[in-house]
């Protein structure tokens, strides 16, 4: 069973890693973007994203998928069903996100 402590570093350790294979920097910039907004839609990301790199709104639903059931930064919730869903940033993450952010810029 994981402590609150083991979790965020396991999430630590798996977001290192994502980042670490982003080599064309889209992650990072989906990562900025959420740390500003907090909640997006997919379909906000995808407007943001395709003014900066070629990309589908299947893969941009994907990406968003990727961060909420691999790595559990995000959580996501419907008003109604089929309504789009709403992506959050999870709150006890933020501080996490903006390091390795922070780390990666600078190295």
Do not use: C
């Not at 890693?17 to 982003?22: A, F, G, P, Q, T």
């Not at 968003?64 to 992506?87: F, N, P, Q, W």
Request: without cysteine; positive net charge; hydrophobic residues 45%.
């Amino acid at each position: 069973m994981f402590t609150a402590s083991d979790l965020k570093a396991e999430i630590e350790k798996r977001l290192q890693n994502y980042l670490s294979r982003d080599t064309s920097g889209i992650r990072r910039e989906l990562l900025a973007f959420l740390l500003k907004l907090k909640t997006v839609t997919v379909n906000q990301v995808y407007t943001f994203l395709s003014e900066k790199f070629t990309v589908s709104l299947h893969s941009v639903a994907s990406m968003l998928g990727t961060m909420a059931s691999k790595l559990g930064i995000l959580s996501i919730r419907r008003e109604r069903d089929g309504d789009a869903g709403v992506y959050e940033l999870r709150p006890q993450y933020i501080t996490l996100v903006e390091r390795l952010l922070n780390a990666v810029a600078s190295a």
